[in-house]
């Protein structure tokens, strides 16, 4: 086959690979919040019924071309990161288009997401979405130090700024990153929480406070364009975090194991608290975390 | 072929398909009745094994549910979110009140009859209804949905006018952007 040609097919390929499993995962977080909350809960494939409906909606108002442009942006860096995941060890047949340096440009990547979020709930002139916003965007100042700090520590132990230099470093010594640099891993899940925005960082979306935050006014196809690239975005953040720090994976089967096992953190971290204010939310992000960012950091440089 | 009208037939049962086992529902709480709906969503009865859940917003919600009385004062936010509420959507009329008014048949500012001023799909009766007889609603519902029943929104497009006006003439002072889509 022509490269180029299986170069697009593995990305189509690697597209719904993440579309179904982000959604089956959000699926199976509200089946086991129902179960623990003594309820039987939606189906596993609840979601997929809600996307179908989302965009079977026979009409979607917009305010204007900056909501259109709003999930659509989310949509494409979503996907844009994805492919800069390696999503198993080998690579030879999900795409990625890995290069010496990615990860710090990953790390720019994922913050354009909810910034076009933010853009588009802008024009929809809602009072809730403006909140969610400027909430969104202080989160986000507090957890990206951590998270940023958790990978400049790996970076400076294995002097290389690449995933599959990362990875192949894990090979190489035959121990996963978890292991060799605990503080950064401790740093990054603590990042991670406020990432997915799961109680009690879930100061974004606050369903009965903020009526949804930024996505107040997306009906139809924007809510499922925002609720697609969500889940897309939910699978490259899992991926990533298997990748660098549980040693990647060899096929699809071990690759779920791990990153629902990551998934758990923040959903089981989630069920048990209630919600932070944006304050505490920042206060929490620049404390412990930060803190083992710091020793991460520290290790890294002294070993 | 496209546009064949059996090949249509197929999308319409797949979309009401989706349409009906996800049914995001806004609460109006507008009167007493809607004491049941925490029950009905929560552990208890969970009328989320039948995919229906609660929306934020009317942007993001299928289902209009108005529960109980309507003052004139409220039945103007009522119909705001209604009109807010994007295709195909449908409401449910929760107690005897939004029937014939049931215990304030008789109140000055209440409106008695709900199926005047919006097109109500389904009439959940009860003063109040028990979070058995919501759901068994919510079951009636779906099943006008896949019946392709359930067109209230249609005969709200159809008969703006009369709709219209019975509105203006419960609510006085009549300022509402123009219903467009
Ligand atoms: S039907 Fe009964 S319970 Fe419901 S709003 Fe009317 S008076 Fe209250």
Not at chain 1, 191 to 208: E, K, N, Q
């Amino acid at each position: 086959m022509e490269p180029i040609l299986y170069k697009v097919f593995g990305a189509v390929v690697t597209i719904i690979l993440a579309f179904v499993v982000g959604m089956t995962y959000m699926g199976l977080s509200r089946k086991i919040t129902a179960r623990v909350q003594n309820r039987v809960g939606p189906p596993v494939y609840q979601n997929f019924l809600d996307a179908l409906k989302l965009i079977s909606k026979k009409t979607a108002i917009h305010h204007g071309i900056m909501q259109m442009m709003g999930p659509a942006f989310f949509m494409v860096t979503s996907i844009g990161s994805l492919m800069f995941i390696p999503v198993l060890n080998d690579g030879r047949f999900f795409s990625n288009l890995n290069f010496e340096g990615d990860l710090v440009f990953l790390l720019y990547l994922m913050v354009f997401g909810p910034l076009g979020m933010a853009l588009g709930a802008g024009q929809t002139g809602n009072p809730n979405s403006a909140i969610g916003v400027t909430r969104g965007l202080s989160q986000m100042v507090g957890f990206e130090i951590p998270w940023v700090m958790a990978l400049v520590a790996l970076m400076i132990q294995y002097d290389t700024t690449s995933i599959v230099g990362l990875m192949e470093a894990q090979s190489a010594s035959g121990t996963w990153l978890v292991f060799s640099s605990p503080f950064a891993f401790i740093a990054a899940v603590l990042a991670m929480l406020g990432m997915f925005r799961y109680s009690p960082f879930d100061i974004v979306g606050a369903p009965t406070e903020l009526a949804s935050g930024p996505v107040a006014e997306n009906g139809g196809k924007y809510l499922f364009t925002m609720m697609s690239s969500n889940s897309i975005f939910a699978f490259v953040k899992l991926t990533l975090y298997v990748d660098l720090f549980l040693g990647g994976a060899d096929n699809l089967i071990e690759l779920l194991i791990k990153t629902f096992a990551i998934y758990l953190i923040p959903m089981l971290y989630g069920l048990v608290s209630p919600r932070y204010r944006t304050e505490q939310a920042v206060r929490y992000f620049w404390g412990w975390p930060l803190f083992f960012g710091f020793l991460a950091i520290m290790y890294a440089v002294v070993f | 072929m496209m546009n064949d009208k059996n090949s249509q037939k197929i999308v319409d049962i797949i979309q009401n398909y989706a349409r009906l086992h996800s049914l995001f529902v806004l609460a109006y709480g507008t009167g007493c009745g809607a004491i049941e709906i925490p029950p009905t969503m929560t552990s208890r009865y969970d009328a989320e094994r039948f995919g229906i859940r609660g929306a934020a917003t009317p942007r993001q919600a299928d289902v209009l549910l108005i529960t109980g009385y309507l003052t004139t004062k409220t039945l103007k936010r009522v119909i705001r979110v209604y009109e807010q509420m994007q295709d195909p959507k449908y409401v449910i009329g929760f107690g005897s009140c939004t029937i014939n008014g049931g215990m304030y048949w008789d109140s000055y500012n209440t409106i008695k009859v709900l199926d005047k001023y919006l097109p109500v799909d389904v009439y959940i009766n009860g003063c109040m209804p028990r979070p058995e007889a919501v759901i068994a609603g919510f079951v009636k519902l779906q099943s006008l949905i896949r019946e392709g029943k359930a067109e209230g929104a249609k005969l709200y497009k159809d008969n703006l006018e009369q709709y219209r006006e019975n509105q203006k003439k419960v609510i006085p002072n009549w300022v509402m952007p123009e219903y467009n889509w």
